[in-house]
T-cell receptor, first 117, second 112 residues
């Protein structure tokens, strides 16, 4: 158990809909990261938040957005869903270090499996 | 764009055999991480490497940070059935962000 929790574990929805995925980081971690993993694919970095502020952006679609709240939990919002958005969505957290430091190991949650029909 | 290439893509081995896999990049990394992912689960950190040339062990697993900083290696000794899974290397870009790049993965299957 990494200490990172994600809800829900499974989500089935229809095209065009909007969903929200939730992540609670490990106790004390300030950084939260979101990743997308399509079938048999590697992990694609979406976005990172550090202590409530967006820190880095990856290949995140404009239909997707995220935020980190004062209690440090994070939500990933996916809207106007398409069939191709079906994937595993992982949240990871890390302690968070000063900008420019080279080490900040990430610990992953169990993921949310999104199925768009 | 930048990517990490892992080889082999997949491997079938007999229980008890040793396993070697590697990860290469076109760019320099300051940190190399090795994760294992079981089906339907999140990746679990196995080993973290922070210095070029560093050799670190975690039980039957040994990983090395390549001296050129463009590659890393993971070895598993005396494999057992629970070693089955996908092994990913990962590292942060050197641009000062914490965007992690993940490798393409090595899928390991162990035959009892």
């Amino acid at each position: 158990d990494s200490g990172v929790t994600q809800t829900p574990k499974h989500l089935i929805t229809a095209t065009g809909q909007r969903v929200t995925l939730r992540c609670s980081p490990r106790s004390g971690d300030l950084s939260v990261y979101w990743y997308q993993q399509s079938l048999d694919q590697g992990l694609q970095f979406l976005i990172q938040y550090y202590n409530g502020e967006e820190r880095a952006k990856g290949n995140i679609l404009e239909r997707f957005s995220a935020q980190q709240f004062p209690d440090l939990h994070s939500e990933l919002n996916l809207s106007s869903l398409e069939l191709g958005d079906s994937a595993l969505y992982f949240c990871a957290s890390s302690p968070g270090v000063q900008w420019g430091a080279s080490t900040d190991t990430q610990y992953f949650g169990p993921g949310t499996r999104l199925t768009v029909l | 764009g930048q990517q990490l290439n892992q080889s082999p893509q997949s491997m079938f081995i007999q229980e008890g055999e040793d396993v070697s896999m590697n990860c290469t990049s076109s760019s320099i990394f300051n940190t190399w991480l090795w994760y294992k992912q079981d089906p339907g689960e999140g990746p679990v950190l196995l080993i973290a490497l922070y210095k070029a040339g560093e050799l670190t062990s975690n039980g039957r697993l040994t990983a090395q940070f390549g001296i050129t900083r463009k590659d890393s290696f993971l070895n598993i000794s005396a494999s057992i059935p629970s070693d089955v899974g996908i092994y990913f290397c990962a590292g942060p870009l050197t641009s000062g962000t914490y965007k992690y790049i993940f490798g393409t993965g090595t899928r390991l299957k162990v035959l009892a």
